[in-house]
Structures are given as structure tokens and as C-alpha cells.
């Protein structure tokens, strides 16, 4: 503490909206423009919290499958693109801040082991030049139950989960709720296609 008459400590300032963290998050699902969860983007939108940032697309093949309920998974199993099995995945790339990160986290179930946040790389589509981005993550299927859904969706993966893959598609509020998610998963994994 300071003698009367010493001037305050100063404190460290936030840093402004322009300069804090933010991290890139690569969406290939429900999140994109036109799909059920990107109301929450939106909201983080109006806070601040999030910002678009392009097109994109995987740079590598990777595997984007169905599970129950039209759920869209990428699977982190880099197969390479041979036979069809997988393609680079087009999505959307968003430049989020650490309180809407939690909030993705959240709804991802990142601490239920639902999905996985880690780094992808992805090559952003700028008025017809691609350009590489580096530092991107993406939420992938949790390596629990990964190679079963690899398994499940007989090795065949979506270059997009557009509409028509989408098509059949249930909200959470309107699916079965004596279950939890992941055993739904295991349910699905299960089953017989």
C-alpha cells in the first residue's frame, strides 16, 4: 500500500476487442449459415464475441460422416482422399473470442466427450486465391468413438454436410431424452446400417 498522497497503483487495462485472443474455429455442420445452431454464432455475433471470417475448406481429405440424427461428425483420421472415402471438407471459418469459445465448447460437449476441439488446417477461399491458414481448430468426433463411426458409415465420408445430407436431420429438443448423447452414439455405432 501507498503513503497518503501517493498517486494509485495503476492496474493492467484489458486489452480492446481488436487485440485479444481470438481463435480461429473451422465449422463444417449445424453451425454454418442456414443450419440449426447458428443462431448461437449469431448471438455471438451481437456481443462481439465472434466475427466471419470465410469461406474454407480442410486442406487434407478428412472423413465428415452422419451419426444419429443426421448429427454431423469429422472424423480426425486423415485416410487420404483415395476411393471416395473422404474428401476436403468445405465449411465455414469463424475468428472467435475466448467467452464465445466456451460457449461452442458447451454446446459441442466438449467436457461430455462428444467432441474434440484440435487444430486443423484449413485453406481459406479469397476471391479466388487459397490461402493457408494456420492456428484453425475444428470440433471432431472424440477419439472414444471415432473409428466406430468411421466403421458405421461403411468408410464413406461427405464433402459437405449440405441440406440434402442434412435432410432427416433432429434438433436436440426433439430427440429421445431417456439417453444421454454418447449413448446414443454407442446405440448408432452399434447398429446395423
Known amino acids: 500500500m501507498g503513503a497518503a498522497g501517493d498517486a494509485p497503483a495503476e492496474r493492467p487495462s484489458s486489452p480492446p476487442a481488436a487485440t485479444a485472443k481470438r481463435t ?5 455442420g449445424t453451425l454454418k449459415q442456414g443450419f440449426s445452431n447458428h443462431s ?6 451481437l456481443t462481439g464475441d465472434a466475427s466471419f471470417a470465410g469461406a474454407a475448406a480442410t486442406a ?3 472423413p465428415l460422416v452422419c451419426g444419429p440424427y443426421r448429427v454431423p461428425f469429422l472424423l480426425n483420421l486423415p485416410l487420404g482422399g483415395g476411393g471416395g472415402c473422404c474428401h476436403r471438407v468445405k465449411g465455414e471459418l469463424y475468428s472467435v473470442m475466448a467467452r464465445g469459445l466456451a460457449r461452442l465448447d458447451e454446446l459441442e460437449g466438449v467436457s461430455r466427450g462428444h467432441y474434440e476441439r484440435l ?4 485453406v481459406l477461399a479469397d ?3 487459397q490461402q493457408v491458414v494456420e492456428g484453425a481448430v475444428a470440433y471432431y468426433a ?5 473409428a466406430e463411426m468411421w466403421a458405421r458409415s461403411g468408410r464413406r465420408g461427405h464433402a459437405e454436410y449440405s441440406p440434402a445430407v442434412a435432410a432427416g436431420y433432429v434438433r436436440r429438443v426433439d430427440r429421445p431424452q431417456g439417453q444421454t448423447f454418447l449413448e446414443q452414439i454407442r446405440v448408432f455405432v452399434s447398429s446395423q446400417s
Open 24 to 28: 480461429l474455429v473451422f465449422t463444417y
Open 40 to 45: 448461437l454464432l449469431q448471438d455471438l455475433f
Open 60 to 62: 487434407s481429405p478428412l
Open 119 to 122: 487444430p486443423v488446417e484449413v
Open 127 to 129: 476471391e479466388g486465391e
Open 142 to 146: 472424440h477419439r472414444g468413438y471415432a
